[in-house]
């Protein structure tokens, strides 16, 4: 009997495991299913546009033309001309020097499909189709509320982490303070009357019938006064005597509905548990930000490695929009490859920009609480006393 309940309680602790990790791998799943669906069908549409010369790519020719005729021998010495030519290449459309199939192939899509769920939106890449324009609406529609729930799911177990490990910072810090602030022997007898205190503490409620039997005097007396107090003594005997693993047999052999709506109804409250985390969440601010700094800082270090034209300066700029969502795109990535790998990182950062928003909203309400009472108390009309 020994060795055939060991496999089945491995059995059960991995079916637990997989239905606790489910909810949060459907998510994950999901939305990088979402982002490969996503570039196959941009990356079918806007690769396979035909590129035609427009009116506008003509006339842009035709002046550049007679600027480059115009240009003198010294190129300082005429202010207006460089004005013009500065003017000229303001105007003039990055689509008409791209190349569809460079641009538009399976990463170069992939990149375009995470700039758009995760609201960053660089500029650099864009639809230029109507069908493109159009998919591209439907295609945030969804994958913005999903890239949301997944950073608020994810969020969930940084919080826990995060409050946790603060936590048990705080409970070592206080030890550390009570070992230094209390001395030898006067914790050696505190110590020792919490002991004698604690030993002359018996506890008088009966665990067992038979317990109840020997301390009661009359049996006869016990059982017509005190029916409701047996009934629960014979409900707790049967719990403590019948051993778990033949109830979950049981439940499994019997009625097997009844395991499978145990462990539905474990997965749906899962479901409804996301988000409740982050409300729990009390860090102090000043905390977030210097786990922010490094998480930037540890990005900004090993990205120049990756693009040749950043330094760390300019990297720690990059990520810092990256992470907020704002996304300019006055600084922009030579290898968008890279982008992607650099995704799970992005993700990550996001939640923890997420949780740190989160904290500074909660605060700047708390703030704000005070400042409205403060003004309302101090609005107040003075009671005046009057003499009877």
């Known amino acids: 009997m020994a060795t055939t309940s060991q496999p089945l309680q491995g059995k059960t602790t991995c079916k637990k495991i997989f239905w606790a990790v489910f909810p949060h791998a459907c998510f994950i799943v999901s939305l990088v299913i979402y982002a490969f669906l996503g570039a196959l069908m941009f990356s079918h549409i806007e690769s396979t546009r035909k590129v035609t010369v427009s009116e506008e790519y003509r006339t842009f020719l035709q002046k550049l033309m007679c600027l480059a005729r115009k240009l003198p021998d010294n190129l300082t010495e005429n202010e207006t001309l460089n004005r013009d030519i500065h003017q000229l290449l303001n105007t003039a459309d990055p689509v008409w020097f791209i190349n569809p199939k460079e641009r538009w192939n399976f990463f170069g899509s992939l990149f375009f499909c995470c700039t758009v769920f995760t609201t960053v939106g660089y500029g650099n890449t864009y639809p230029v189709t109507w069908t493109g324009k159009c998919l591209c609406m439907l295609y945030a529609l969804f994958g913005i509320p999903l890239m949301f729930l997944v950073l608020t799911d994810m969020g969930d177990i940084l919080a826990t982490v995060l409050s946790k490990s603060y936590n048990e910072f705080r409970k070592l810090q206080s030890k550390i303070l009570a070992s230094k602030l209390c001395s030898g022997s006067t914790c050696s007898k505190r110590n020792e009357l919490k002991s004698r205190e604690q030993s002359k503490i018996v506890i008088n409620e009966p665990l067992t019938i038979m317990e109840v039997l020997r301390s009661q005097s009359g049996v006869k007396q016990v059982k017509y006064r005190n029916v409701e107090l047996f009934e629960m003594l014979i409900a707790r005997e049967k719990e403590n005597t019948q051993p778990a693993r033949n109830k979950s047999m049981e439940r499994w052999s ?23 985390e982050l409300e729990k969440l009390d860090v102090p601010i000043v905390l977030m930000v210097l786990v922010i700094f490094v998480y930037i800082s540890c990005a900004a270090a090993i990205l120049p490695k990756w693009e040749k034209k950043m330094d760390f300066q300019e990297a720690f700029y990059f990520c810092f929009i990256t992470l907020t969502t704002i996304g300019f795109g006055d600084t922009k990535l030579e290898h968008p490859k890279f982008f992607l790998f650099f995704s799970l990182y992005i993700i990550i950062g996001m939640e923890i920009v997420f949780i740190a928003f989160k904290l500074g909203q909660d605060r700047l309400i708390v703030l704000y609480k005070k400042v409205i009472s403060f003004c309302a108390e101090k609005n107040m009309p003075s009671k005046k006393i009057y003499p009877k």
Not at 256 to 274: G, Q
């Open 254 to 276: 019997s009625c097997p509905e009844l395991a499978r709506e145990k462990t539905v109804s474990r997965v749906i409250k899962n479901f409804d548990k996301i988000g409740k």
